[in-house]
């Protein structure tokens, strides 16, 4: 299965700035994904994200808020931008194979 | 509307007893059924999975029990061991669909 790299860890980070979360897969993967997990609460999917098209925004997300790009097969951003206090949560990436694979997430504080 | 549901936040196994964990899903269309677990400061990592041909997956000390009849699904772990203490979450999809949806998690501690 696939290997992916996430970073950073963990920020804290000031309101009204943004953070820009990076993964990065040793395989070349057709479709990554972006997932929240807030406190207390189940993985949530925030977009789904394809090499050469826009990403794929669910109900309740949108593009302003959680840019994504997607430049090649190996890598992804999620950008949180504009932070606020309840943007603090877990953010993971993931990827589709024979096991759907997550990073090892993203702590965010924002204070 | 929460289509998948873990209803218990936590459990609590003695060493080398069995650990049952369960899993409830309201949608009939799901057909594929994954188990994660998560430990502190560490992305989910894939246990295990079982598609809805099937009643019964085993893996080790792993195995998934899917009941369609009853929109339930359960991880046993036999032995427990206290490595295995964790957070566990299930997952659904139906097919023809990449998006999962996933339980809240039961925290799981395996006492020595």
């Known amino acids: 299965s696939a290997v992916i790299s996430q970073k950073p860890s963990r920020d804290i980070c000031q309101r009204g700035t943004s953070l820009t979360i990076q993964c990065q897969v040793d395989s070349q993967v057709t479709m990554m994904f972006w997932y929240r997990q807030q406190p207390g609460q189940s993985l949530t999917l925030i977009a789904t994200a394809n090499q050469g098209s826009e990403a794929t925004y669910e109900s309740g997300f949108v593009i302003d808020k959680f840019p994504i790009s997607r430049p090649n097969l190996t890598f992804s951003t999620l950008t949180v931008s504009n932070m606020s206090p309840e943007d603090s949560s877990i953010y993971l990436c993931?990827?589709?194979?024979?096991?759907?694979?997550f990073g090892s997430g993203t702590r965010l504080t924002v204070v | 509307d929460q289509q998948v549901k873990q209803n218990s936040p936590s459990l609590s196994v003695q060493e080398g007893r069995i650990s049952i964990l369960n899993c409830d899903y309201t949608n009939s269309m799901f057909d594929y059924f994954l188990w994660y677990k998560k430990y502190p400061a560490e992305g989910p990592t894939f246990l295990i999975s079982?598609?809805?041909?099937?009643d019964k997956n085993e893996d080790g000390r792993f195995t998934v029990f899917l009941n369609k009849s009853a929109k339930h699904l359960s991880l046993h772990i036999v032995p427990s061991q206290p490595g295995d203490s964790a957070v566990y979450f299930c997952?659904?999809?139906?097919?023809?669909?990449?998006?999962?949806?996933f339980g809240t998690g039961t925290r799981l501690k395996v006492l020595a």
């Open positions: 993931s990827v589709d194979g024979s096991r759907y694979t």
């Open positions: 079982i598609s809805s041909i099937k």
């Open positions: 997952a659904a999809k139906s097919s023809g669909t990449y998006k999962y949806i």
